[in-house]
């Protein structure tokens, strides 16, 4: 699913932020990223959402060599991949619904199946009573649900969240492992930056440790 060959990422022409990158990720996986902060794990992450290109090496998603890939096709491309940040990003002066749904109104599906498919995302995260409610009125683990579910709703091959539970207390952090849990499950790939090395340890999946711009260890497959 996710090929990285002698990857390298330099920006300025000096700061390399990640270097000799070297690993494959399988269909169907689920993955966690671990590194100190600026240790590469953002700029692995969009080199995968085809936000930035490799300075050196081959980034390889899905078949696509993400370098070769046409400009008109990356639209496409990203329909594919559902992507969770840390600070949510949802839009407040919209309703739960619509800000799940936006993705569907932008790829231009017709209004029904959009509904029905907005409303089985908000169900799969718990928040389908939610629908009509503003994203102030939502707790913090709530809005994160919310984020969830609009990665979702293109039900994409690959899932990548970024620092999902960073601002969220133990319990929240682990319900929300638990359901990037759940996608996996039912065959989504899932690549999850993460700090939180006590929590990654008891899930016990797969870890791609970076140092530096390094990967240093690969390690805890279940």
Do not use: C, W
């Given at each position: 699913?996710?090929?990285?060959?002698?990857?390298?990422?330099?920006?300025?022409?000096?700061?390399e932020a990640l270097?000799?990158?070297?690993?494959?990720?399988?269909?169907?996986?689920?993955?966690?990223?671990?590194?100190?902060?600026?240790?590469?794990?953002?700029?692995?992450?969009?080199?995968?959402?085809?936000?930035?290109?490799?300075?050196?090496?081959?980034?390889?998603?899905?078949?696509?060599?993400?370098?070769?890939?046409?400009?008109?096709?990356?639209?496409?491309y990203r329909r594919?991949?559902?992507?969770?940040?840390?600070?949510?990003?949802?839009?407040?002066?919209?309703?739960?619904?619509?800000?799940?749904?936006?993705?569907?109104?932008?790829?231009?599906?017709?209004?029904?199946?959009?509904?029905?498919?907005?409303?089985?995302?908000?169900?799969?995260?718990?928040?389908?009573?939610?629908?009509?409610?503003?994203?102030?009125?939502?707790?913090?683990?709530?809005?994160?649900?919310?984020?969830?579910?609009?990665?979702?709703?293109?039900?994409?091959?690959?899932?990548?969240?970024?620092?999902?539970?960073?601002?969220?207390?133990?319990?929240?952090?682990?319900?929300?492992?638990?359901?990037?849990?759940?996608?996996?499950?039912?065959?989504?790939?899932?690549?999850?930056?993460?700090?939180?090395?006590?929590?990654?340890?008891?899930?016990?999946?797969?870890?791609?440790?970076?140092?530096?711009?390094?990967?240093?260890?690969?390690?805890?497959?279940?």
């Open positions: 699913m996710i090929d990285f060959e002698h990857v390298a990422k330099r920006y300025g022409g000096r700061f270097a000799h990158l070297n690993f494959r990720v399988d269909r169907g996986e689920m993955v966690f990223l671990t590194g100190h902060s600026g240790a590469g794990k953002s700029s692995l992450l969009r080199l995968i959402m085809r936000l930035e290109k490799p300075s050196r090496g081959r980034v390889v998603v899905a078949g696509h060599d993400l370098a070769k890939l046409h400009s008109s096709m990356i639209p496409f594919q991949i559902g992507v969770v940040f840390q600070d949510h990003q949802l839009l407040f002066d919209r309703s739960i619904f619509h800000n799940v749904a936006l993705p569907l109104e932008i790829q231009g599906m017709e209004p029904r199946d959009a509904a029905r498919r907005t409303r089985a995302a908000l169900d799969k995260v718990g928040l389908l009573h939610r629908e009509k409610a503003l994203p102030i009125e939502l707790s913090g683990g709530e809005q994160q649900r919310v984020g969830i579910a609009r990665a979702v709703v293109n039900k994409p091959a690959l899932l990548l969240a970024d620092e999902p539970t960073g601002n969220l207390d133990p319990q929240l952090s682990a319900d929300i492992m638990a359901l990037f849990e759940d996608f996996n499950r039912i065959g989504t790939t899932v690549m999850v930056a993460s700090h939180d090395l006590a929590l990654i340890a008891r899930l016990r999946h797969r870890m791609l440790r970076l140092h530096e711009g390094r990967l240093v260890a690969d390690e805890g497959i279940q």
